[in-house]
């Protein structure tokens, strides 16, 4: 008896001990995702504070950060030595996880950092530290760049033709034990940087496109095992947007007409010593194989002219031309400050076909931007041909006029040895077809691959819901975005224009800002906006600049201002605001300049007004033309107003007093000038509307007047009748005033003009005309007939936060508090997003099934939620198989709820309406 009562003990002591330690590793916090800059473990940044952010993860729920710790130092061994940190922040009692400034001791240039953070939680835990991470500095003061410019003599330019890329080479001896080795690389055009015969880092286009006579970027690769006892230096650059032709009035050489090269490598070795390797009036400079390469263009190239190891050690340049050094400041030099541009993904081709003229044609199944990827064996000198193409016309055959000048054309020369393989390396083309001349032999589909480039921004955003088509509307918009995020956002990747035209990117800002990390590639692009801003204050049509000043088009302009607001709502990014507020203040005093004392911009200025709006061929109605006056003070108030906001965030009292004032005066003009007493407007469009609705911009007493109005428009004309300007805020300001059913009908037609109407004609990316293809099959006019624009994919915003739920709570930006709030309509019976936040990932997932309303959400750690359930009754609602508790508050139709972190499931019957 004894014997069992003392088992019977020890059991219970064992389950005990259990049950602790089961408790205690469920109750961990583990803290990872650790990032710099918005990078994971950045090379060559010159950020001399940067700011660091890290997520946490835990299974339990209500989980909130009330500390951290950062400690730095030079070695990963030293983290773990407190003698030999660096720098620690020591315990700071803050729950921000997200851009925490470092302020350790000053960085110098080439340091390497390596941080780790531990969290302290609201349940008494304390985490382990992370896994280390670091981050580079790049070069820090101008002092330091040894290296000079070279190039190639002046080079003739005929017939306005693209010139052949330039090969530099160089050698050098090492003898010593390296320890560390880095290449800081630039060019005059963009370059492929090679050591030892192998290219160096799988970035393409570099230094990538900046306003390059004021910001130029150079990259920093680690080359420490790239480096031997003999070395062999090379680079190849190429026209690109420094040369090459730009616009649509075949401009070459905007920046300039030389090519130059720049590199500087530095050597670390164990011995504590080091030395710099860099371009000097002793390389040699040639031409080779690349004929020409042209963005626009595309590239002839010769394999004849190939020169087997001409980046190695020994090879034999006797032939080759001494390079001259140029005089071009490096006072500009920048560390790289966006996203690299890559390979991201491949596709194969789904057919190919002979169509009715005879064109031998592949079609790769997705309207993509990049190049192809092409086996090819034959005779030397035989020349294959490649054209590119978005469609085809009605007749099934190649077409490309809708290119204009662009030609869009690659050429490869064969050298006759066994299957050689060719790939573009200096250009890019916008493309689901592909017509091949003079391909020797079969053409087998398994000889070409499609390699899709755009910058490389880590995807965050998903939308799938029940009816096929709006999927594919949501594919659409997100390939219209990979193809246009090419180191700027362009408006098209196609024909000869791929400008970073500000109307485009301003409206679709936070449609982006779901679907991919696009605060780097804001935050690089928004540079440039501000240097190439006109003394006034006024800001270019596109960015960088090449069209020669064009400036100050109200909604194309105001970029300066929306998208440094949106990166500060959708990243928490403050200092976005600090560095752009000059820039965002400059624009702003411009339109009160050009406004005036009455407060409205209604002079003869130009504006692109509700560009590419609903047209007819009625006499009695030519289209929905809003008056651009009323769109350039609309936008004069939202503009100023952000102002406000942003300065009072950064402590800029004065200013956000003045520009609150300044925004409330253009709303009282507005007002009287544009609206009339029983709250109709003088342009009665739904642009119209939509901008004083959403802006904020009719009083009180007569917003329910204005909002018939605009209902009754739609309602009318049973589809949309807006341009850019209109169609980004048109559903969600539907919305605003009540009316989902009008959003939704806008959203299902599938007849022109409507979003689902290219869908039905085969569209795999948002067109730039709501009618580009007509249902004969013919085209609308070749001059501007884009098939991958994305601005009118602006909806998907609505989409992610209306219909499937996430939105933004400007009050604790960068969802660190998110309003979980689905609206099913529009005959939907489920819709889900999912975003990854920097805090981790937030989900909206609804679907109604057997007469029940069943809906899931995902909070992650450190962040908190209101959730709103539609057409919901308080006592009927499940929560995790529940009964929901008593903090929900009931208001009419609706339950409301705060909720902490964790995984949420609800239940509640629900009719649909």
Same mark, same amino acid.
């Given at each position: 008896m004894r014997l069992l009562k003392t088992i019977f003990i020890k059991s219970r002591f064992l389950v005990a001990l259990f049950l602790l330690l089961f408790s205690f590793l469920e109750a961990q916090t583990n803290v990872s995702n650790l990032l710099c800059e918005y990078h994971t473990n950045p090379i060559?940044? &010159?950020?001399? !504070?940067?700011?660091?952010?890290?997520? $946490?993860?835990?299974?339990?729920?209500?989980?909130?950060?009330?500390?951290?710790?950062?400690? %730095?130092?030079?070695?990963? @061994?030293n983290l773990n030595k407190p003698k030999k940190v660096g720098w620690s922040s020591g315990k700071i009692v803050s729950d921000k996880s997200v851009n925490v400034e470092y302020n350790g001791p000053a960085l110098s240039s080439n340091q390497r950092v390596y941080w780790q953070v531990k969290i302290w939680d609201n349940k008494g835990v304390e985490s382990e530290w992370s896994q280390p991470a670091y981050w580079e500095m790049g070069i820090l003061s101008k002092n330091e760049w040894e290296a000079s410019w070279i190039a190639m003599e002046d080079q003739l330019r005929v017939d306005k033709l693209s010139l052949p890329a330039q090969f530099y080479r160089s050698e050098f001896t090492t003898t010593k034990k390296i320890s560390k080795a880095r290449a800081y690389v630039t060019s005059l055009g963009i370059y492929e940087f090679y050591l030892n015969d192998k290219k160096v880092g799988d970035e393409l286009f570099t230094p990538g496109w900046t306003s390059y006579n004021k910001r130029l970027q150079y990259q920093v690769y680690d080359v420490t095992n790239l480096i031997e006892k003999s070395n062999g230096l090379g680079a190849i650059v190429a026209d690109g947007w420094y040369r090459g032709n730009m616009g649509w009035s075949s401009s070459f050489g905007y920046y300039g007409n030389q090519l130059a090269f720049f590199v500087q490598i530095k050597i670390d070795y164990t011995d504590g010593s080091s030395e710099i390797i860099k371009s000097t009036n002793k390389w040699k400079v040639t031409t080779g194989p690349f004929i020409s390469s042209d963005i626009y263009n595309g590239e002839r190239y010769d394999a004849r002219l190939e020169m087997a190891g001409w980046s190695k050690y020994g090879f034999d340049d006797n032939k080759w031309n001494n390079v001259v050094?140029?005089?071009?400041?490096?006072?500009?030099?920048? #560390?790289?400050?966006?996203?690299?541009?890559?390979?991201?993904?491949? $596709?194969?081709?789904?057919?190919?076909?002979?169509?009715?003229?005879? *064109?031998?044609?592949?079609?790769?199944?997705?309207?993509?931007?990049?190049? =192809?990827?092409?086996?090819?064996?034959?005779?030397?000198?035989?020349?294959?041909? =490649?054209?590119?193409?978005?469609?085809?016309?009605?007749?099934?055959?190649?077409?490309?006029?809708?290119?204009?000048?662009?030609?869009?054309?690659?050429?490869?020369?064969?050298?006759? *040895?066994?299957? @050689?393989?060719?790939?573009?390396?200096?250009?890019?083309?916008?493309?689901?077809? %592909?017509?091949?001349?003079?391909?020797?032999? *079969?053409?087998?589909?398994?000889?070409?691959?499609?390699?899709?480039?755009?910058?490389?921004? !880590?995807?965050?955003?998903?939308?799938?819901?029940?009816?096929?088509?709006?999927?594919?509307?949501?594919?659409?918009?997100?390939?219209?975005?990979?193809?246009?995020?090419?180191?700027?956002?362009?408006?098209?990747?196609?024909?000869?224009?791929?400008?970073?035209?500000?109307?485009?990117?301003?409206?679709?800002?936070?449609? +982006?800002?779901?679907?991919? /990390?696009?605060?780097?590639?804001?935050?690089?692009?928004? !540079? /440039?906006?501000?240097?190439?801003?006109?003394?006034?204050?006024?800001?270019?049509h596109v960015v960088p600049d090449v069209l020669k000043g064009g400036s100050g088009a109200t909604a194309w302009a105001d970029v300066s201002v929306i998208i440094p607001w949106n990166v500060y709502r959708l990243y928490g990014d403050k200092r976005i605001l600090v560095e752009q507020y000059a820039s965002m203040k400059a624009w702003v005093d411009f339109m009160a300049d050009r406004a005036g004392d009455d407060y409205l911009w209604n002079n003869e200025d130009f504006h692109f007004g509700d560009w590419l709006a609903y047209a007819t061929e009625k006499s009695d109605y030519p289209g929905a033309t809003t008056e651009k006056d009323l769109i350039a003070s609309a936008y004069f108030s939202y503009s100023s107003g952000i102002l406000s906001k942003a300065a009072e965030i950064i402590g800029k009292k004065e200013d956000a007093i003045k520009y609150k004032q300044m925004s409330e005066k253009v709303k009282k003009a507005f007002a009287a000038e544009y609206s009339t007493n029983s709250g109709r407007l003088v342009s009665h469009t739904q642009t119209a509307y939509a901008l004083a609705l959403a802006f904020d911009l009719v009083p009180q007493e007569l917003r329910s007047k204005t909002a018939e109005y605009f209902a009754k428009d739609v309602e009318k004309f049973g589809h949309l009748t807006t341009g850019f300007v209109g169609t980004p805020i048109l559903c969600s300001t539907l919305s605003s005033i009540g009316r989902d059913d009008l959003a939704f009908m806008l959203l299902n037609r599938k007849k022109y003009p409507s979003w689902l109407y290219p869908v039905t004609q085969g569209a795999t990316t948002i067109w730039e005309r709501w009618d580009g293809?007509?249902? &004969?099959?013919?085209?609308?006019?070749?001059?501007?007939?884009?098939?991958?624009?994305? +601005?009118?994919?602006?909806?998907?915003?609505?989409?992610?936060?209306?219909? #499937?739920?996430?939105?933004?709570?400007?009050?604790?930006?960068?969802?660190?508090?998110? =309003?979980?709030?689905?609206?099913?309509?529009?005959?939907?019976?489920? +819709? !889900?997003?999912?975003?990854?936040?920097?805090?981790?990932?937030?989900?909206?997932?609804?679907? =109604?099934?057997?007469?029940?309303?069943?809906?899931?959400? @995902?909070?992650?750690?450190?962040?908190?939620?209101? %959730?709103?359930?539609?057409?919901?009754?308080?006592?009927?609602?499940?929560?995790?198989?529940?009964?929901?508790?008593?903090?929900?508050?009931?208001?009419?139709?609706?339950?409301?709820?705060?909720?902490?972190?964790?995984?949420?499931?609800?239940?509640?019957?629900? *009719? %649909?309406?």
């Open positions: 060559g940044i &010159d950020i001399v !504070k940067p700011r660091l952010s890290w997520q $946490l993860s835990s299974n339990q729920q209500n989980l909130k950060q009330i500390a951290y710790e950062v400690r %730095v130092a030079n070695s990963i @061994e050094e140029v005089d071009h400041k490096d006072k500009n030099l920048i #560390a790289s400050q966006g996203v690299p541009v890559t390979r991201i993904q491949e $596709l194969m081709p789904i057919k190919s076909f002979t169509t009715p003229k005879g *064109e031998k044609v592949l079609d790769f199944g997705q309207n993509m931007v990049g190049n =192809i990827r092409m086996k090819v064996k034959g005779q030397k000198g035989d020349k294959v041909t =490649i054209k590119y193409a978005e469609v085809l016309d009605k007749e099934g055959n190649f077409y490309t006029d809708n290119l204009r000048s662009a030609e869009a054309t690659d050429t490869y020369v064969l050298k006759g *040895e066994s299957e @050689e393989i060719y790939e573009p390396h200096f250009t890019f083309h916008g493309f689901r077809y %592909v017509k091949l001349m003079d391909y020797p032999g *079969e053409m087998d589909p398994k000889n070409f691959t499609g390699v899709v480039i755009h910058s490389e921004m !880590k995807p965050t955003g998903t939308f799938v819901c029940s009816d096929s088509m709006i999927n594919q509307l949501q594919h659409n918009i997100q390939w219209g975005q990979k193809g246009n995020f090419l180191d700027v956002p362009t408006d098209c990747p196609q024909r000869d224009e791929r400008l970073g035209w500000t109307g485009d990117a301003q409206v679709f800002s936070p449609t +982006a800002a779901f679907n991919f /990390d696009v605060a780097a590639f804001y935050t690089k692009w928004m !540079k /440039d906006v501000a240097a190439d801003q006109l003394p006034n204050g006024s800001v270019t293809q007509k249902t &004969d099959g013919t085209f609308q006019s070749t001059g501007m007939n884009s098939f991958n624009h994305y +601005a009118y994919g602006a909806i998907g915003d609505w989409l992610y936060n209306h219909v #499937a739920g996430i939105s933004i709570d400007e009050t604790n930006p960068g969802y660190k508090h998110t =309003i979980l709030y689905p609206h099913p309509g529009g005959g939907l019976t489920s +819709a !889900k997003a999912e975003f990854l936040s920097l805090y981790g990932k937030i989900t909206s997932d609804w679907q =109604i099934k057997d007469g029940k309303f069943e809906y899931v959400v @995902e909070i992650p750690a450190n962040t908190t939620a209101t %959730v709103i359930l539609p057409n919901a009754k308080r006592e009927l609602i499940m929560l995790n198989s529940t009964t929901l508790n008593s903090d929900a508050q009931q208001t009419s139709n609706e339950v409301t709820l705060d909720l902490g972190s964790g995984k949420y499931v609800f239940s509640y019957p629900y *009719e %649909v309406k």
